[in-house]
Structures are given as structure tokens and as C-alpha cells.
């Protein structure tokens, strides 16, 4: 049950219904909005309907929301209708709305807010995809959470979602691994390796590796060339690195159907493939790029490369598919996975980056457009901002395993999946966020997953001390709801249909924890006002008919705080 889509529909029929007193078409609805206003003191739905309007009506907006107004007072659902400011219609609802909400949010339990708004439209999520080059740090712990939890956030409204990885193993970076790795191979067979060469990743994470190479080849590598042991070694060393990656998203209860390896796309040729595909299309030509804006490098040469019109499609500059070495760019590995991916009947392609990978939207977007022509896939970037870890207000020095930064399992191992994964989005993913370990793991209101997390778990432990008590199963009558801080509850409930489509339109899954916490304050609100006034409080012995209501309101707060943390990939504590 969505109550503000039900309502919406009730003012788009009485919009109708003026329009075709005037003779008028049905005007474009698109723009109208049927939302929670700003000041509850307003009602209980506010709708912009007259304002976005009133020139297909040709009148002002007041004018057109007293006749709206007018037809909106005689549905039986509607208490009031009153005009504000320039023209916004605020509707107050009967008493009798809200049981309706509270039996859904019971009826649906665990499906309480889902929807079938992306219509089983096909979403690649692509997240974290961090070179295979050691382990996550936490700059990666964000980007997952959100990624995951975006895609969660589309799996509940409708949409048919992959979670993807995309390896890069193809690069430069693969060869500096497999060179860090065989020194470790060295030190395993008993060299003594003083110091790591500038260059090379010096972290004891590739220590294992070493072992295993000399476990599985003993001394037999010491004698080949680097031709000969490089992809020996580069093989074992992608395999273990992959292995550590997935224990380290595994650790955040994160689990991605799809690795995807850009080697895979050279070894099948599909760069090859994708390249001429473009040029046939008239995309790829053969042309000079102007220099570098600002200072230009000295090995800068004015040369003629193989360039994808980029410029066509919305990028600022045309961009290289071919080094001069005649080997592919990265961007090219870019192309041809993005075709990949439109092959495989994706229509709508979501990259989760970092923040300094802003100048990938323009080009990711234009590929698209080239490749399955504009409108047929939209492609969205969502970039996340840096994670400064503190300690009681302490910057967090770097990691002693990873030898350079903080990974992602030291942070999960101190303080658990939950508590990192609620503070991830306990902000805009493009603001920046600071991380300290002091405040999340303290138990205070200061500190969001505690405060959500606490408020399922006192829901669960009144559940316990009824069945205890032996206060019997019943029907409830959400009539004796009457209280402010109780009705205040029920609209509460009401507004999460809406807010899970609203964040999943957005791909905004923050919302989702923005939300929780305001349902937690209003549920600890409501349990502090039941020490002051006893007749508020959940179980009352000598009042059954109460009990039973209030203990069936209990389950539906619990049900919401439960679907919404599911989401964000959170456990609903129990006991606290």
C-alpha cells in the first residue's frame, strides 16, 4: 500500500474532473507530486498539482486549486482541504485512513514497501571493481556498501539487478603484482629481502603468495626468464588476490553474482571487435588531439592515434583506443565492456566510482550512446567521496598488513559489518565522510545504528514480555490509536512506500538511513512518553483489547525497521 500514490490518483481524477468541466484534454501529469509537507501542522498530503498546471488550465494557480480543492472535498477519504502560499493544496485525511496502513504494513510484513516501479527492467550495478592489486581499503568500503545496498534498493522496487565486479587484469598494474610477488617467492625459498624496490607494492598481504609459489614450484622458477615465470606467477597471484578481495567483501556480507575480467575481453577479442564496430558506424577515425589544457609535458608529441568521437556523444575531447605501441588504451577496454554489457540486455548501466573518477561520466555516457544509440540505456554514475578514519577525534595511521592504508577488514573487524555498514550511508555518498571509532560504537543516540538498531530491539523485547505475560492473539482495533505521538507513528509507517521509490528513482539508498533513524526517534519518543503517562505503554494487563492493538502496532514498526535495514544490509538486532 502506497498511500501517497493512492492519493495522487485521487488528485489527478479530480484534476480530470475541472478539466473536463473547461472542455480541456487531460493535462500532463508528470510533474505532479502527492508528498508529505514540509510542516506536519499542514496536513497530512501536499500536492503541487495547481502550480505546475495552471497554464494548460489558463488561470492562476490559486484559482485552479480552489476548483481542484473542491473536487478533492467530496471523497470520503479527505477530512480537509485547505489552499496555501502560491497555491499548494493540503489535504488532511480521516481518522479511518490509517488503520488501513497499519493492516497493510501487517498483511505485507517483510514485502511492506516493495513495488514494481522499475517494471523488471534490467540494472547492471557495477561496484567496488578495485584493481586486483592487494586488499580493499576503506576508500572501497564505501563504494561497496552503497553499491550493494543500491542494488537492493532496486531489487525491492521492481528492477531485475546484477551486482558486478569488474577485474581489471589486463593493465600494467597486473605485471607490478606479479614482480611484488615473485620478490615474495624469493623470500619464501630463504633470500633475505632487505627492502622493497621503489615501484613495487611492499605489503606483507603478498607474503602468502610467495609461499604458495614456492610450496607449488619449489626452486623451478629461479632458473626461467621473467617471460617465462611472469604469467606463472601473474596467474597465482590474480587467482589469490581475487580471493582476498571476495573474503574481504564477503566480511561486509557483500556477494556479487558477476566477476567479470577485462583480460577476458582482449583474449576473446572483443576489443578488436568493439573498435571496428565503432569505425564502421563512422565513430573511430584517425586524427591528432590538441595539447593538454595548462602546462604541457615535455614528452608531449603532437601525433596522429586512432580516436573515438566522443565529442558526438556529450565528452568535452575525442579519446585514444590505440597507445602508440599499437596496444589498447584502457578506454578501449572500457568500450568493449560496455558493449558486453548492452549485449547482455542491460538498460540501464550503473557505475559506482570514486570521487576522483569524476571525468569517467561524460565518456561512459557517450560510449553508450554510440553503442546503442541515445535513449536506449541510460547510464548512471554515482561517485563516492572520500572515508577519514579517527580515533576519539585521532587521525587512524595506515594498516600494518597493507603497509600503505587502512584496509577495509581492519575496520570491519573492530567494529562489525553492521555499524560499518549503516555509517557508510549515514551520509550522501558525495559528501565527504568521517569515520571515528570512538562514536560508532557507542550506545547513545549519537550514534544513528545503535539508536535504529536498539529501537528494533526494544519492538522484539516487548513482543517477548507479552507472550510472557500471556496477553492473548486478538484482532486489533487501531481506533483506540488516538494519541499524537502514536498518530505521528502511523504517518511515519505510511511514508516508507514512498521513500523506497523516491530513493530508488534518486539512487539514493541513504535515505533509506535517514529514514530509520526518524522512525526510531518517533518509536523512542513514544516509549519515553509511556514512563510519564502509563496508558501509553504497549501492554496494559488490565486492558486486553489495548494490549492486543498495541502490540500488533509493535509488529509493524518492527516490520518497517526491519525491511529498511535489509536494505542497507543490516542485521535487526534482537537483544542489545
Partial sequence: MNLFSEFLQVIRDAV??????????????????????????????SSNAAMVLNKAFGMPPRALADRIAAKLRTHGDIATVEIAGPGFINLKLRSTVWPRVLEAALTLGSAYGQSKLGRGLKANVEYVSANPTGPLHVGHCRGAVFGDALAQLLVETGYEVTREYYINDAGAQVDVLSRSA?????EALGEQITEIPAGLYPGDYLKPVGAALAAAHGAALLAMEESQWLPIVRAMAMA??????????????????????????????????TIAELREAGHVYQGSLPPPKGEVPEDWED???????????????????????????????????????????????IYILGADHGGYVKRLEAVAAALAGRGNVEVIVRLCQLVKLYRAGEPVRMSKRAGEFVTLRDV?????????????????????????????????????????????????????????????????????????????????????????????????PHRIAFYLFDLAGDFHSLWNKGKDSPQLRFILKDEVKVSITRLAFLRAIRYVLANGLRILGVRPAEEM
Fill in 16 to 45: 480530470s474532473a475541472v478539466a473536463a468541466e473547461q472542455g480541456l484534454s487531460t493535462p500532463d501529469f508528470s510533474r505532479v507530486t502527492a508528498e508529505p509537507p514540509r510542516d506536519a501542522t499542514h496536513g497530512d498530503i
Fill in 412 to 508: 570491519v573487524d573492530e567494529v562489525g559489518p553492521d555499524v560499518v555498514r549503516f555509517m557508510m550511508l549515514f551520509r550522501k555518498n558525495e559528501a565527504p565522510l568521517d569515520f571515528d571509532f570512538a562514536k560508532v560504537t557507542e550506545q547513545s543516540k549519537d550514534n544513528p545504528v545503535f539508536y535504529v538498531q536498539y529501537a528494533h530491539a526494544r519492538t522484539c523485547s516487548v513482543l517477548r514480555n507479552a507472550k510472557e505475560e500471556g496477553i492473548p492473539d486478538g484482532t486489533p482495533d487501531f481506533s483506540l490509536l488516538t494519541d499524537e505521538a502514536e498518530l505521528g507513528l502511523i504517518r511515519r509507517i505510511a511514508e516508507y512506500p514512498r521513500l523506497l521509490e523516491a530513493a530508488a528513482q534518486a539512487h539514493e
Fill in 182 to 186: 615473485y620478490l615474495r617467492y624469493r
Fill in 240 to 273: 589469490m588476490m581475487m580471493d582476498l578481495i571476495r573474503d574481504d567483501l564477503a566480511a561486509l556480507n557483500i556477494r556479487q553474482e558477476v566477476f567479470f575480467s577485462e583480460k577476458s575481453l582482449h583474449d576473446s577479442g572483443e576489443v578488436a571487435e
Fill in 303 to 349: 601525433r596522429e592515434q586512432t580516436l573515438f568521437r566522443a565529442t558526438d556523444f556529450g565528452d568535452d575531447i575525442d579519446r585514444p583506443l590505440l597507445k602508440s605501441d599499437g596496444s589498447f588504451t584502457y578506454f578501449a577496454s572500457d568500450v568493449a565492456y560496455s558493449r558486453n554489457k548492452i549485449r547482455r540486455g542491460y538498460k540501464e548501466l
